[in-house]
């Protein structure tokens, strides 16, 4: 399965390094067109995520009123996911698609010749010349990727920091564990890897404060629209009584 996968990101890989001419800067090309794609389904778990929080009052009404009868509990929360179009796995669905990239990307950066990035063993070797100060691009144990691997993790899960100080703690640990995880890729790994994941690192703080953080703001703005537009509904109908 992983090998399946290395072999079209390994296609897909040949064809940007064809063009970009540099391996290097071709991962990270690569690893932009990936969330780019993924953009979209980002969104969509923002939007799910929201959606879910709107309804929660409900569903702590459903648990509540069924906790002795699971069945007709699940049965009334499917009910009330497909009156509000939810589906409770939209959340998830960006890292399911995520997961099995890295993991074939794994197994492609680790053989690019048998995976079709490069014709021969000599076309890897003159193509791997390194990428700014990383000597190859196929090297493991580089404790400055492994820092950066680790800084970019740290600030792009502080970005995702929620105030809700019931999960303040949690997304704690979540920050420190994925620093130290990372680190441990960046450090252990192939530098292509690592490179890949810092990328997506940094690409995912771009996209909270270019993309989440606005689409947030205007979803909050537009509730409280219809919150204000249905109380000064409500006093002109008093009114109108009057």
């Known amino acids: 399965m992983l090998n399946a996968i290395g072999d079209v990101l390994g296609f897909i890989l040949s064809f940007i390094v064809n063009i ?3 391996y290097g800067w071709s991962i990270v090309v690569f690893t932009i067109i990936v969330r ?5 389904l ?13 309804i929660q009052p409900k569903m702590l009404e459903i648990q509540e009123k069924y906790k002795n009868k699971p069945e007709k509990q699940q049965e009334e929360l499917m ?5 509000a179009k939810i589906n409770p796995m939209a959340g998830c669905l960006p890292m399911l698609i995520q997961l099995p990239i890295l993991m074939g990307l794994f197994a492609l950066l680790r053989d690019p010749v048998a995976h079709g990035v490069f014709a021969s063993k000599a076309a890897y070797l003159a193509a791997d010349h390194g990428f ?15 820092i950066l691997s680790g800084v970019s993790a740290y600030f792009m899960q502080k970005s995702m920091t929620v105030a809700d100080e019931s999960q303040a703690k949690m997304m704690q640990s979540m920050t420190i564990m994925m620093t130290l995880m ?32 606005p689409l947030k703001a205007k979803m ?15 006093n002109k109908k008093s009114g109108n009584k009057k």
């Not at 980002?42 to 995520?49: A, G, H, I, P």
């Not at 009910?79 to 009156?83: A, E, G, H, R």
């Not at 909050?220 to 409500?234: G, R, T």
Request: hydrophobic letters at 40%; charged letters at 20%; one cysteine or more.
């Open 20 to 22: 970009v001419g540099d």
């Open 36 to 40: 780019l794609c993924l953009l979209p």
């Open 42 to 54: 980002m969104v969509k778990q923002l939007k799910s995520t929201k959606a879910m929080q709107d």
């Open 79 to 83: 009910k009330l996911y497909k009156d």
């Open 132 to 146: 700014l100060w990383i000597a190859s691009v196929s090297q493991t144990h580089n404790i400055s990727l492994g």
């Open 182 to 213: 990372s680190f441990y890729w960046g450090y252990m790994y192939e530098a292509g890897l690592a490179l890949y994941w810092t990328m997506s690192n940094i690409f995912s703080i771009a996209q909270y404060y270019l993309v989440t953080s």
């Open 220 to 234: 909050a703005n537009s509730k409280e629209e219809v919150v204000k537009d249905e109380k000064s509904n409500k």
